[in-house]
T-cell receptor
Framework: AQSVTQPDIHITVSEGASLELRCNYSYGATPYLFWYVQSPGQGLQLLLK??????LVQGIKGFEAEFKRSQSSFNLRKPSVHWSDAAEYFC??????????FGKGTMLLVSP | EAQVTQNPRYLITVTGKKLTVTCSQNMNHEYMSWYRQDPGLGLRQIYYSMNVEVTDKGDVPEGYKVSRKEKRNFPLILESPSPNQTSLYFCASSLLGGGKERQYFGPGTRLTVL
């Protein structure tokens, strides 16, 4: 069965500092991997996705993620965090958009 | 404007009273799905549909039904709601096949079952 682990429930980062959110997955074949963001009271927005090809994926809002098959990881990064990035972030794995399994989320807090 | 709409956005009901949450998309997407979101559990897929008349269970289908009689609509039916179905529900749609197309989420329906 596929699964996703986001080890950090909460992360606090200073504004302007770099960010890395961790995601580890378990999947029987080549996975499709996703990162979503959910701002308070809002729906989900897709940040980026990996289907195949280059293992470093660029997304919206300056985010990127790197697929590392040997480590079963798909960590999300941003070089300089803005206060507006405070939100909850979800990693997901699946075979395309169907049968997506989400992680439990990481809440990002941005301090001044 | 491309969008997924859900109705109602907020609903308070009582145990056992049948209800339907509607979901509609205007992008001619084949794939639609329903998720529930609970604190500390993330999103869990309830049902999904690959096309008209093609539906399948997700991770947490118990207590829910769906139908896909038209491509644009994918209603979620709770025949006899119970308090453990109190949750935030999201509908989503996308084209099939992966690639450059994106997935769209609805705004969510917050359901409280008393």
């Amino acid at each position: 069965a596929q699964s996703v682990t986001q080890p950090d429930i909460h992360i606090t980062v200073s504004e302007g500092a770099s960010l890395e959110l961790r995601c580890n997955y378990s999947y029987g074949a080549t996975p499709y991997l996703f990162w979503y963001v959910q701002s308070p009271g809002q729906g989900l927005q897709l940040l980026l996705k990996y289907f195949s090809g280059d293992t470093l994926v660029q997304g919206i809002k300056g985010f990127e993620a790197e697929f590392k098959r040997s480590q079963s990881s798909f960590n999300l990064r941003k070089p300089s965090v803005h206060w507006s990035d405070a939100a909850e972030y979800f990693c997901a794995v699946g075979s395309g958009y169907s049968t997506l399994t989400f992680g439990k989320g990481t809440m990002l807090l941005v301090s001044p | 404007e491309a969008q997924v709409t859900q109705n109602p956005r907020y609903l308070i009901t009582v145990t056992g009273k049948k209800l339907t949450v509607t979901c509609s998309q205007n992008m001619n997407h084949e794939y639609m799905s329903w998720y529930r979101q609970d604190p500390g559990l993330g999103l869990r897929q309830i049902y999904y549909s690959m096309n008209v008349e093609v539906t399948d269970k997700g991770d947490v289908p118990e207590g829910y039904k769906v139908s896909r009689k038209e491509k644009r609509n994918f209603p979620l039916i709770l025949e006899s709601p119970s308090p453990n179905q109190t949750s935030l529900y999201f509908c989503a749609s996308s084209l099939l096949g992966g690639g450059k197309e994106r997935q769209y989420f609805g705004p969510g329906t917050r359901l409280t079952v008393l």
